[in-house]
């Protein structure tokens, strides 16, 4: 499934390199120093190492080839590795059962994967997969779903063949869940574990947001609720605008229709009455007795006309003045309304009281005892200081409204006067004109039937005369009314708008007196009043009402979104440590099971084991210090592995007390229990066998021969028995130049030649 290594610029191979592995077992060979090892720290490279010590360096430009006497240095280091991805039927597990065909990455749907890394001199890094780029986490989680991990258990580089039985227990559960292919469960649940923090995270801010936007809506709901109560109001005052309007016009309509028809009625009879004395003032105009008599009729005529003129006048303006004496009389009801005050009594009313209670008072002082007789003084002295202060005109307590009231009732009271001196005056002048038309009457002795004609026609005339001033003053009244319902409209739209005006006409006007009308007026001052109080309509505070519940109802939705995502992830969690677990077990079973034969095999007997570490001891280690060149595992609360041996005729008491070659032979039989459990891609052993005597190199070489069966092996070795059982040899060289060089060696070729 590996099917070449291409190198460009990385370490000691300055010029593009290409090392295809075409066969099950490669090894790579040369001297000390010619680059060998690079072709392995190639491999780490590209699979995203990012530990520097592990690479043999320092910095990230010390992968680059630094150049040489004979050749230019190197920008940019370069490794891909090349995957054949068709699907093949691989071999799963120590027993040699095989699963039907599959991609070595099956997300993947490309016959062949290349993954290459490049690195710069400025430091940075870039990843791609098949020329398209990623992250370096991309890289990881595809590499893991192949068995390749971060751990670099698959890569035993050299001096390294002793360091799973070095490392910390920790570190080695990590690499042992590595070779068995866990990191892809680990990779989901540590990615499950980010998004249910960060749901978590999330479901705080949400009920922060709820606790902080729920004060606003409370304000906002009892501002809306005193809208409402606003709305109810100015809807029953647009009721009762409706039912005033429509009464008030048609009674405007037919009070002035009527008042001009009667006006009309009566200016007719006054013409006539005007025409009969026309024609008999003609007949007697060469009458000089006549015509003295007449004269003085006529004179009497004059002073009855003028005196009638002055009180129709008189009557235009009375009825002006009662106008403006309601229009005073409901301004100050309004005013009083608002401010709270009480409305006086009219003065007359004040005055008759007044003398009601001194008339009681009086009565009962003659036959009361002398005690209720002096208590009955103090009450009428008091009440005498009381009437003295507020009946006075000269007091300026009264409000500016009440002022103009009591004005215009003096003057109406003055008005009322001089109408009654003037009824009382052409009395008189209608009393003279009598007389002079009876001293006419008297020198006619004929025609007296005519002369009671013509009086009736002057009685008539100033009746009818009478009458037109009585109904121009209704007119005036009725303008004034008119007025005042105009005025009344306007309000009505500025405060309810339209629908105040959209009243159905009446036909007729209800059966029922003028003052109920009036008591309809008054409340509808006392709703103005009262919807002006309430405010306006409020449309911004409505609109930011609805929008603050629709927003409370979808941070709701959200809160019960993520607390069902949040429920979600505890249970795939709950799944994926279940299943970890479970495979960690069953895993570390087989591992057992083939690290206690290749134990046995390459000791020629003994014991060895994998065995869980004590959780109490494991947390007190908590602060172990790992390998710099190692990957931190994440692995809280899990216990490590601890590893147990027994060798044929010793006794160890401690993997530090095991010999170089003990631990090396140690090593590698747990390095190849782990990869006949779960084989990786390939494996990658940096001269592993340089501590090998002959007798172990052969059993080396057959431990190689039985896992090539499973992995792809690249060996870099020294090693003679090592290198025979290699289907392809590569030899790496360096030149003058001081760039590594290969040589390759086919030995299914190299035989047929030989031949």
């Known amino acids: 499934m590996l099917k070449r290594l291409e190198i460009a610029g990385f370490k000691s191979f300055a010029r593009k390199t290409v090392l295809d592995f075409s066969s099950a077992a490669t090894a790579i060979v040369g001297p000390n120093g010619s680059g060998k090892s690079n072709v392995a720290e190639a491999f780490r490279f590209a699979l995203g190492e990012q530990s520097m010590k592990s690479m043999r360096g320092k910095r990230s430009e010390d992968l680059i080839f630094a150049g040489s006497n004979m050749a230019p240095r190197a920008n940019r280091a370069a490794v891909a590795i090349v995957f054949d991805n068709t699907p093949h039927t691989r071999p799963h597990g120590g027993n040699g059962a095989s699963q039907g065909p599959v991609r070595i990455f099956p997300k993947l749907d490309f016959d062949e994967v290349a993954i290459e890394r490049a690195v710069f001199r400025d430091g940075t890094s870039e990843y791609s997969i098949n020329g398209s780029k990623a992250r370096l986490r991309d890289i990881q989680e595809l590499l893991a779903s192949a068995n390749i991990g971060e751990t670099g258990h698959h890569i035993i580089s050299q001096g390294e063949a002793d360091r799973i039985l070095l490392a910390h227990p920790r570190e080695r559960r990590a690499m042992l869940e590595d070779a068995l292919g866990l990191k892809v469960f680990e990779f989901k649940k540590q990615e499950a574990e980010r998004k249910l923090e960060k749901t978590e995270e999330n479901v705080k801010q949400v009920e922060a947001l709820r606790r902080e936007i729920a004060p606003h809506i409370k304000f906002l709901s009892k501002q809306v609720e005193r809208l409402e109560r606003a709305d109810s109001l100015r809807q029953e005052l647009q009721n009762a605008y409706l039912q005033y309007f429509a009464i008030e016009e048609l009674y405007l309509e037919v009070e002035k229709k009527k008042a001009h028809e009667d006006k009309a009625r009566a200016a007719e009879r006054l013409a006539a009455a005007e025409a009969e004395l026309t024609i008999f003032e003609e007949r007697t105009t060469h009458d000089t007795e006549g015509i003295k008599r007449t004269e003085a009729v006529r004179t009497a005529e004059r002073e009855l006309d003028k005196a009638t003129n002055e009180r129709a006048q008189l009557s235009r303006e009375i009825g002006r003045?009662?106008?403006?004496?309601?229009?005073?009389?409901?301004?100050?009801?309004?005013?009083?309304?608002?401010?709270?005050?009480?409305?006086?009594?009219?003065?007359?009313?004040?005055?008759?009281?007044?003398?009601?209670?001194?008339?009681?008072?009086?009565?009962?002082?003659?036959?009361?005892?002398?005690?209720?007789?002096?208590?009955?003084?103090?009450?009428?002295?008091?009440?005498?200081?009381?009437?003295?202060?507020?009946?006075?005109?000269?007091?300026?307590?009264?409000?500016?409204?009440?002022?103009?009231?009591?004005?215009?009732?003096?003057?109406?009271?003055?008005?009322?006067?001089?109408?009654?001196?003037?009824?009382?005056?052409?009395?008189?002048?209608?009393?003279?004109?009598?007389?002079?038309?009876?001293?006419?009457?008297?020198?006619?002795e004929t025609g007296r039937e005519e002369r009671h004609k013509v009086f009736a026609a002057a009685e008539a005339k100033a009746q009818e005369e009478g009458v037109i001033a009585r109904l121009e003053a209704r007119l005036q009244t009725l303008t004034m009314e008119h007025e005042a319902y105009v005025v009344e409209r306007n309000e009505a739209l500025a405060l309810v708008g339209i629908p105040a005006l959209a009243y159905e006409k009446l036909t007729e006007l209800p059966q029922e007196d003028r003052r109920v009308q009036e008591d309809r007026r008054r409340a509808i001052d006392r709703l103005k009043i009262r919807v002006e109080e309430a405010g306006g309509a409020g449309e911004d505070v409505r609109t930011e009402h609805k929008d603050a519940v629709e927003r409370e109802a979808y941070l709701a939705r959200e809160l019960e979104d993520l607390s069902k995502s949040a429920l979600g992830l505890h249970e795939l969690i709950s799944e994926l440590s279940e299943e970890l677990t479970k495979s960690f077990n069953e895993g570390l079973h087989k591992v057992n099971a083939s690290f206690g034969e290749f134990f046995a095999l390459m000791f020629g007997g003994g014991t060895a084991k994998l065995i869980l570490e004590d959780v109490s001891v494991a947390n007190d280690d908590e602060e172990d210090e790992f390998d710099e060149g190692m990957p931190r595992p994440v692995m809280k609360g899990k216990p490590g592995i601890d590893i147990s041996v027994g060798l044929p005729k010793k006794r160890v008491q401690s993997l530090m007390q095991l010999s170089g070659g003990e631990r090396a032979l140690t090593s590698i039989a747990l390095i190849f229990a782990m990869s006949q459990v779960n084989p990786p891609p390939f494996l990658i052993l940096d001269e592993t066998d340089a501590a090998l005597d002959e007798a172990n190199s052969r059993r080396y070489g057959d431990m190689i021969e039985n896992l090539a069966r499973r992995s792809q092996l690249i060996v870099i070795s020294h090693n003679r028995e090592t290198m025979s059982r290699a289907g392809i040899l590569y030899g790496v060289t360096?030149?003058?130049?001081?760039?590594?060089?290969?040589?390759?060696?086919?030995?299914?070729?190299?035989v047929t030649v030989a031949k």
């Open 321 to 444: 003045m009662e106008g403006s004496l309601e229009s005073a009389k409901r301004r100050s009801l309004q005013v009083a309304r608002e401010k709270d005050i009480q409305v006086k009594i009219s003065r007359d009313d004040f005055e008759s009281l007044r003398k009601e209670l001194d008339s009681q008072c009086s009565i009962s002082d003659t036959a009361a005892p002398e005690s209720i007789r002096a208590a009955l003084l103090s009450v009428r002295h008091t009440i005498a200081v009381f009437f003295e202060r507020f009946a006075s005109t000269t007091e300026t307590f009264l409000a500016e409204e009440e002022t103009a009231v009591y004005g215009y009732e003096d003057q109406m009271r003055d008005l009322t006067t001089k109408d009654t001196e003037l009824a009382r005056h052409i009395d008189e002048a209608r009393n003279a004109l009598a007389r002079a038309r009876e001293a006419v009457f008297a020198y006619e």
């Open 734 to 750: 360096m030149g003058a130049d001081g760039i590594s060089k290969l040589l390759s060696v086919k030995f299914e070729d190299a």
